[in-house]
């Protein structure tokens, strides 16, 4: 004995939707790892390194992303950081370079550094001064 049984078929509609939160990271392609004052510097006041440092910087945020810099080093009283279409001054203490964009994206930027020398700064090789740290805006 057989019976056939009948149901009713529904669907229901489901919206999902995902929020992707704004990322950012640097890698340093190229990166001095010392400084080295001499004497000539220490009289000149001041240290210059035209192309130092070469980051490659990305970021998923639609508006850009923030360059963290922090000093690890008495040797300066101030830094001028070059080649973000301007030069950027930071005192003693560092700051953040802000670089707005419209999507997305990837840059490289070669980046130069003139460090004013504090009095307490003598010749020698020292530990690179600086440290950097990448967010969204």
Do not use: C
């Not at 529904?10 to 010392?34: H, L, M, W």
């Not at 950081?81 to 005192?91: E, K, P, T, W």
């Not at 953040?96 to 020398?117: C, D, E, M």
């Amino acid at each position: 004995m057989l019976s056939v049984v009948h149901a009713d078929t529904t669907s229901t509609a489901i919206a999902v939707g995902a929020t992707v939160r704004p990322v950012a990271s640097y890698r340093a392609v190229s990166e001095q790892t010392q400084l080295q004052i001499t004497q000539d510097d220490i009289a000149r006041g001041f240290l210059e390194l035209p192309r130092a440092t070469q980051l490659e910087i990305r970021s998923n945020s639609r508006a850009g992303y923030v360059l963290n810099v922090q000093p690890l080093s008495a040797l300066f009283t101030r830094v001028e950081v070059l080649g973000f279409g301007s030069d950027i001054a930071l005192d003693a203490d560092g700051g953040s370079i802000v670089q707005h964009w419209n999507k997305p994206s990837a840059a490289t930027v070669t980046v130069g550094y003139r460090f004013y020398l504090s009095t307490e700064a003598k010749p020698g090789v020292y530990p690179w001064p600086l440290r950097f740290a990448v967010a969204p805006l």
